[in-house]
């Protein structure tokens, strides 16, 4: 080519819908407590044969949570508490000259940011590569750079990944060579050993060789695990030598100052996971490599294959879980699971990604994608995931409303975390045995410490209120829709029994709109018509948060006397016990004129607020 326990993981799924020079470098703050925008949706996926490098990160540091982005030649740094609320943000500037960004490892005690530059002369003098050396307050402390290493562009048509272990940090990436006598810069992976103590590059794999020595041209993804008892394992994705998905161990231990020992017998152990159909296109082989992780048995190896080498842009890619025995490194070793059966002209999914939750276990995930026309998938807004376990034993995939990026997601606090960025600031989902749950805690419309700033964070954490990419529009009147869906959410999004004759109601509407009629909860304004976007009064919010609150067995005994309320008269009569309640129930107060406002619009700054109060009232 040209340039981580099904018995303690459970399988049991309840669906939950929700709708990152030695001269010390200035580190510049932000002036506000704003999370940054950015574009990392899908960022993981890739169709053709080209992988990118990962730009967006989360590693967790005393119990926060700390995103880092490379964004607009900078590298952002936010840190979040545990309820994904931000605490600071700094951003970091990429040393000049160096414009390819490669990748950030944080490790036990040191952070690395991983950057890179063309050789378009192919000048063994030119630093292609440099590694730098934080400390775990992003104070700058070292740097290590490679030179030539038969490098014409680092970190192209693939990625970056890095592990550590016994002091030595192992970067595995590849690049585009120095020309071949075919005139042509063919690309392949390398390996770089670097000990962290003094930041020395050892025994550097960059030149071309074979499998046995690490060596797989082209290879379009690359992943790097030291594992828990020492070995050094990558996967590659490779499309002509070999032309398959390939793991391969190496020889010396990990910790070792060098990865090959002198002697024949220093050779890696490789085997193919799965081999890629010859295409018309050598490049092109219809899967991609999503994932390497490590259990108590096994590794754990992800991809996606259409199996017909990338001939038919219009066949369904499906999601293949391998598991290798740790004692049995071979194909033999190995039990391969074909998580989904996608028929051509439906559904395809995504490069998979694996979340290991340790050595018990983990998730595999991918996104849902749409066949259209002769060969255009797009993503739909839902992903999949399954559990697998310290086996590689594979639950029954789930398939709910989501999203993946680049973002490989952490395990933090007992749950899979990663986040999301759509030309806005972060969603964070978080994954367990419970379903998933997406959350957005900041927007730029919502002022922190304002009189609603507490309940838009709390009614995002839970999924009750969509918004509008980083706009919660918390002036702007709540409608009919949003209360509904809110109630449907809080209910935990059961399955309606009938449908509704309501010709109004949008798809992802339809189930709460149906529930809530069904249930007493609300009625339509004619026996055909909802109008989900008219905008709801206070009086109309009481009386449906009373209805629901009779139907969850509340104690809806309370009631005010309202006459305090210049305006009392006004409210309608079907409202009068539910607005009775609500003012008693502290839900919905009067005005500093002495009036209760019933018929005025309730905006969504103050649904966000009663529903809180609600939820907290009745819990």
Not at 236 to 256: S, T, V
Not at 348 to 360: E, F, I, K
Request: proline fraction near 4%.
């Amino acid at each position: 080519m040209i340039h981580s326990k099904l018995n303690r993981l459970t399988f049991v799924f309840v669906f939950c819908c929700l709708s990152l020079n030695f001269l010390p470098l200035p580190t510049t703050k932000a002036d506000s407590l704003s999370p940054a925008p950015s574009a990392n949706r899908n960022k993981n996926n890739y169709s053709a044969y080209d992988a990118s490098a990962v730009k967006s990160y989360l590693y967790q540091e005393d119990g926060n949570l700390v995103r880092v982005e490379f964004i607009d030649g900078k590298l952002l740094i936010e840190h979040y508490d545990d309820s994904f609320a931000l605490l600071s943000s700094q951003t970091i500037p990429i040393d000049e000259g160096f414009d390819r960004w490669g990748g950030f490892y944080s490790g036990e005690t040191y952070h690395f940011v991983i950057v890179g530059k063309s050789n378009p002369t192919e000048d063994d003098s030119t630093e292609v590569m440099r590694i730098i050396k934080y400390n775990k307050n992003w104070e700058r402390l070292d740097q290590s750079g490679l030179f030539g290493a038969n490098t014409f562009i680092p970190f192209d048509f693939g990625s970056l990944r890095c592990d550590e272990y016994g002091g030595m940090l192992y970067i595995h990436t590849c690049h585009s060579m120095y020309q071949s006598e075919d005139g042509l810069n063919h690309q392949a992976n390398m390996m770089i050993p670097l000990r962290q103590e003094d930041m020395e590059i050892m025994d550097a794999q960059y030149t071309v060789s074979y499998s046995a020595r690490g060596y797989v041209s082209h290879s379009f993804n690359q992943f790097v695990l030291a594992d828990s008892e020492g070995r050094l394992i990558t996967l590659n994705h490779g499309d002509m030598y070999p032309r398959a998905a390939i793991l391969i161990q190496y020889p010396l231990p990990a910790g070792e100052d060098r990865l090959f020992s002198e002697d024949i017998l220093g050779f890696a152990e490789s085997f193919y996971l799965c081999e890629f159909p010859m295409g018309s296109i050598y490049q092109k082989t219809g899967a991609s490599v999503g994932g390497l992780a490590e259990t108590e048995n096994c590794y754990i190896a992800v991809w996606n294959n259409d199996g017909n080498g990338g001939n038919d842009d219009s066949l369904p890619r499906n999601i293949y879980l391998a598991a290798t025995s740790k004692n049995d490194f071979s194909a033999d070793g190995t039990t391969t699971h074909q998580l989904t059966s996608y028929a051509p002209d439906t559904n395809s999914a995504g490069t998979p990604v694996l979340a290991s939750c340790g050595t018990d276990g983990g998730y595999v995930l991918w996104d849902v994608q749409k066949i259209s026309g002769s060969s255009a998938k797009t993503s739909v807004g839902k992903i999949s995931y399954a559990a697998y376990d310290a086996d590689g034993n594979v639950s029954s995939p789930v398939t709910t409303d989501g999203m993946l990026s680049d973002c490989q997601p952490i395990f933090y606090n007992g749950k899979i975390v990663w986040y999301v960025t759509d030309q806005s600031v972060p969603v964070f989902y978080v994954l367990d045995d419970s379903g998933l749950t997406a959350i957005r805690t900041s927007y730029a419309d919502v002022e922190e410490g304002s009189w609603y700033s507490e309940a838009v964070r709390y009614v995002s954490q839970k999924g009750w209120i969509l918004a509008d990419g980083n706009a919660f529009k918390p002036d702007q009147n709540a409608d009919r829709g949003t209360l509904v869906y809110a109630l449907y959410q809080m209910e935990n999004s059961p399955e309606p029994k009938n449908s509704a004759a309501f010709c109004d109601v949008p798809d992802y509407l339809q189930p709460a709109v149906f529930w809530a009629a069904e249930n007493g909860v609300v009625n339509g304004i004619s026996d055909d018509t909802f109008a989900p976007y008219d905008p709801i009064t206070r009086e109309q919010l009481a009386a449906l948060l009373f209805r629901y609150a009779e139907r969850k067995g509340y104690d809806v005994s309370a009631a005010a006397r309202l006459d305090q309320y210049t305006d009392a008269p006004q409210i309608s009569e079907y409202a009068f016990e539910a607005m009775s309640w609500a003012n008693a129930a502290g839900l919905i107060t009067g005005n500093s004129d002495g009036t209760l406002n019933p018929k005025g619009n309730a905006t969504r700054a103050e649904v966000s607020t009663i529903l809180m109060r609600f939820y907290e009232n009745g819990n």
